[in-house]
T-cell receptor, first 114, second 116 residues
Framework: KQEVTQIPAALSVPEGENLVLNCSFT??????LQWFRQDPGKGLTSLLLIQSSQREQTSGRLNASLDKSSGRSTLYIAASQPGDSATYLCAVMDYGGATNKLIFGTGTLLAVQP | DTGVSQDPRHKITKRGQNVTFRCDPISEHNRLYWYRQTLGQGPEFLTY????????KSRLLSDRFSAERPKGSFSTLEIQRTEQGDSAMYLC??????????????FGPGTRLLVL
């Protein structure tokens, strides 16, 4: 059974710092890995999707890497801003299901201090 | 696209009552998902529809839960005889199905349920 873990559970950084969020998964047989952002009391917004054949994806100040063999992904945020404060969730879509359901980690709560 | 919408946004009910939530996916998205998120946890998959067919149900979906998507457009999730453990955020997501397993899912704002 696929399990997804995220560390740290919470992170507080001063504005302008570069930071890394970590995600690990137990079964490397995945189709893709996605990073989402969730603002308090809101739904999820997709940030980046990395196909299993890819090593990384970039969007603006965000860079996500994937090492499928070791079951790890990182989300790098450059020059953090207070507006980046949110919960970041990673999710995998694995071969185990007949559908495109996502298996989520518990998230990292990020606070960027002005 | 107007995005995925969910109604109501908040629901407070007493234990034992029935509740129904509605999800309107992005138009022309034929795939629809329901997830449940409890406080401090990531979302957990509940069920999946392709058009009007319910193709997968999680073991989390007990007999008290039922989901429908009668015309392949909007979907409803009903919880009968609610229990305090049902208190959670219920999230709906949709996708077009055009890119198979390479596409993202678009999430609605969720319905937050509190069972007293």
């Amino acid at each position: 059974k696929q399990e997804v873990t995220q560390i740290p559970a919470a992170l507080s950084v001063p504005e302008g710092e570069n930071l890394v969020l970590n995600c690990s998964f137990t079964d490397s047989a995945i189709y893709n890995l996605q990073w989402f952002r969730q603002d308090p009391g809101k739904g999820l917004t997709s940030l980046l999707l990395i196909q299993s054949s890819q090593r990384e994806q970039t969007s603006g100040r965000l860079n996500a890497s994937l090492d499928k063999s070791s079951g790890r992904s990182t989300l790098y945020i450059a020059a953090s801003q207070p507006g980046d404060s949110a919960t970041y969730l990673c999710a995998v879509m694995d071969y185990g299901g007949a559908t495109n359901k996502l298996i989520f980690g518990t998230g990292t709560l990020l606070a960027v201090q002005p | 696209d107007t995005g995925v919408s969910q109604d109501p946004r908040h629901k407070i009910t007493k234990r034992g009552q029935n509740v129904t939530f509605r999800c309107d996916p992005i138009s022309e998205h034929n795939r629809l998902y329901w997830y449940r998120q409890t406080l401090g946890q990531g979302p957990e998959f509940l069920t999946y529809f392709q058009n009007e067919a319910q193709l997968e149900k999680s073991r989390l979906l007990s007999d008290r839960f039922s989901a429908e998507r009668p015309k392949g457009s909007f979907s409803t999730l009903e919880i009968q005889r609610t229990e305090q453990g049902d208190s959670a955020m219920y999230l709906c997501a949709s996708s077009s199905g055009l890119r198979g397993r390479l596409e993202t899912q678009y999430f609605g704002p969720g319905t937050r349920l509190l069972v007293l």
